[in-house]
């Protein structure tokens, strides 16, 4: 409402030619933004899916281990070729297939059963889990009391299990996830209770030669009437008072959504499935404490991270050296935004977390209480995915263990592996070679769900992947810089692209203010500087919500004095 309000005020000062005003509000943004450039996007096109015959499935959520990369969906539809279904179920996985030689686009499913045969072409059809109704779940199994709800209700109503996210790696073979469950009803009365959530539960992630291999541990973990923390994103590393020696200890930060935005929890990894163990972070007191926000807080103040999120990663870059938030936000725009930790902008006066990250010399991968530590840069766009003309995009995801040989964290790989060994292997070279990607993170695999027919019950969707570069970025010339929102140059379709494979390059205007790889990067907006943020959706809003009720009252003020002036010399 209040990007809305303040959208309107600034619209109707444009068409008053009260440029003044305008560029007040322009300039007080201009200075709040950081932008990341871009220098090229190259659309890859949708998944393929060659062991079933047709598949409508959305999400689209990956984590490697064992050398493997394991994708992750939520509802998965097998078709036939005329659009009958084959089968359905809330939840499947599969295996990138080829990563280093073919196309990174090219999936390996489970769970795939012959389905029958086309009536007019003859030919064999294939589904994952052959059953069109939803009782056995998929991948990630039901409960009992889930399994009997389901096969009693044959649709109309049921429990669904979905990933959400990328799991989490604890080693370089196995991974955990917390992952929504979820009431639907088909045909509600209330239209808004066609989803309902019943909570989080945990899921153990490990391979095998067979498929990915998911069990729960446990039912309800976190219960529906808490924040769904781990649902957006969960991160792994040293514990608070542990030493870059210590290989025992370890902590888990979780971070869930809200209306008002993301709550951050933590948790020893030993206590994952104890709700009872978690400590809440509170923005206030800049501490963790024993008493959980509620879900429903409105107080930007009492909020970790204030704005609007839906789906999204976070994860150490190698190639800015600090952690990275890539996510789309609830507007229907199909846009990827982006954050990063500003090792510039400590929050409190820690004198082990100074500038320039702890104890002054960065952040490794394991230091996730830097998360507490630093603010996070201003959101920014990153890339607006190209929409079908029947819906818009969502669940937006990054996949940093694509074009990066340094996805684990060096304490992951078992004990007495070397230093040099400590590295996985370089995935998406077909894309990109390791020798010419200009550094591990400098490329990055996204992927959002693009809908190729909406309607509820009736959708087909398809997930769909491009790759992005970021730009070799220069020095800080130590100016002011725009905001991304208004830049004209933001990365746009070119026509001339074919269907499946195209190169976005934004203009070679785009300004920026990001350090190279190898140094920290650097928040520039210094305006309505704060305990929790450098310029964040708490001034962001304060601003916004401001500047709509001057401009609403200076309207008037103006016409009025329009008017005399005119009345002046008629």
Known sequence: ?????????????????????????????????????????????????????????????SVLLDGHIVWLYDDT???????????????????????????????????????GKDKKSGKAQYAILADTTVGTGGWISFSSDELDFNERRKGKERVAIWPGTSPTPYSTSEAFLFAPLVYVDSKPQDPSKEYQARGMTLISVSTSSKG??????????????????????????????????????????????????????????????????????????????????????????????????????????????????????????????????????????????????????????EDIEALTKYAWSPEQELYKSPPSKRGFNYAGMAHPEYFNRHYFAPTLYPKGTSASRRRNDWYGSNEITEKDAGGDGKHLLLSWTAQLRGGFGSGIYQVQLAKVEFDAIPDNP????????????????????????STVKPSATHTVAVSPSGTTLTSTGSAGRGARQPWGPESQLLFEHCSAWVALFLLPVLWIWGYAMVGRFV
């Open 1 to 61: 409402m209040l990007l809305t309000t303040s959208f309107i005020a600034t619209k109707i000062a444009c068409s008053m030619n009260l440029t003044f005003l305008v560029w007040a509000i322009s300039f007080a943004s201009a200075t709040a933004w950081t932008p990341i450039v871009v220098k090229n996007v190259t659309e890859l096109g949708p998944q393929i899916t060659p062991d079933v015959t047709r598949v409508s499935r959305d999400g689209g959520y």
């Open 77 to 115: 539809e097998c078709l036939d070729h005329g659009g009958k279904q084959l089968s359905f179920v809330s939840n499947t996985a599969a295996y990138a297939k080829d990563v280093n030689k073919k196309n990174v686009s090219m999936l390996q499913d489970f769970g795939v059963e012959a389905a």
């Open 212 to 365: 990915p291999d998911a069990s729960r541990q446990g039912d309800l973990i976190i219960p529906g009437k808490e924040v769904p923390y781990g649902g957006f994103s969960s991160l792994l590393g040293y514990t608070s008072t542990a030493n870059r020696q210590d290989l025992t200890k370890r902590d888990v930060y979780l971070l869930g959504i809200t209306d008002g935005g993301l709550q951050l929890a933590r948790a020893k990894i030993e206590k994952l499935a104890e709700f009872s163990a978690y400590r809440f972070w509170d923005p206030v007191q800049l501490k963790f404490i024993k008493k959980p926000p509620k879900l429903d807080e409105k107080n930007y103040r009492k909020i970790y991270l204030p704005g609007s999120f839906t789906y999204g990663s976070v994860f150490y870059s190698p190639y800015f050296y600090t952690f990275i938030m890539v996510y789309f936000n609830k507007f229907v725009d199909s846009t990827f935004r982006i954050r990063f930790l500003d090792l510039n902008s400590p929050v409190g006066d820690d004198p082990i977390w100074p500038k320039k990250g702890k104890r002054g010399n960065g952040v490794a991968p």
């Open 478 to 501: 130590g100016g002011r810089f725009p905001s991304a929102a208004a830049s004209s140059s933001m990365p746009t379709l070119s026509l001339a692209s074919n269907a499946f494979r």
